[in-house]
């Protein structure tokens, strides 16, 4: 009111004229903007339901968020009786639809705020309910934990294979698995939250890091498989002349430290041990390759390689001349001769 006398005081027609026209459309929008908001929030109330656990938790959190607007309502239905009472006090005249929005704003705050107070009060006497349901899912949940880690002790996933379609299998699998694992960390995490927002102990589970851990180990395992059996059948199927070594070799270099790690991690899982030891024979293979792909070799030089061969001829422009040809004639084993 101070703001406004001064105001008064330089200009007294153009301020009372800005009010009558700012006033009562600012409170009327304000009012609107809050009935609006308050008839969301009946509709949301009227039609919660507590089917489960998890809807009566997010019903609760709902209700006390929106309790909490109760100051926030009840500050615009001040701000706006001050700045009707001003116009009032000026002898302004005070449009009658904002008298009516506000005693409907008024009564619709009134009524939706017991509304939410009484639901809060309806959902309290349900606790003792849920949280006895929170401690009956503990040992379920226990139970599915160890299921899962028994699902990553099959004996196909540590079996060594070469066959496309088991691989494809064993990947399928875990990521089949990981789904799964997925789903119940989700729903442990909810648990948690469930038990934290009624100030209940969260719950942990030993065995939570050996699952995760081994689960990562397992799928980074065969689709290390998968993904190098793909690259390996490319690379054998490439013309010797055409065999990038240096890409190669970086590429060998990568899946080295994978199945390294993997294999150092899971020492007793065959298909690890087989994986590194795929990977080290392409490795061997290498400085063969970069020998006979060199450009200096003389048909003398030739001679004594295919002597070496055990009579087998490597010819480099022929088309069926490719890195499958040269592994089926082991020419890593024959390296140091070579």
Known sequence: RKVIKEYLTKSPFECIEKIKEIFPKYTYDKMESMITELKF?????????????????????YLKEKKTKDIEFSEVLVKCSELHQIMKDYSMQLPHKNELKYKET?????????????AIYTGENKEPTYRRDLENIMPLYKKELSELIEALEIKELGRATTDTEAIKEQVKYLSDLGLRYDDFKKRVIKMNENRDFMQMDPVRYDDWDDLRDIFNLMKGLWDGIANWEDLKLKWVETQFKEINVEEMLKEIENYMVISSKIQHQLERN?????FQKRVMEMKLTIPVVSCLRND???ERHWDEITEVLDGARIDKNAPECTLGF??????????DQL
């Open 41 to 61: 929030i009946f509709d949301v109330v009227t039609n919660m339901e507590y089917r489960n656990l998890d809807e009566y938790v997010d019903n609760m959190i």
């Open 106 to 118: 008024h009564k619709q705050y009134d009524y939706v705020m017991k509304k939410v107070t009484d």
């Open 270 to 274: 065959e298909a690890a041990k087989e």
């Open 296 to 298: 200096n070799l003389r």
């Open 326 to 335: 040269l592994l089926d004639m082991k020419v890593n084993e024959k390296k």
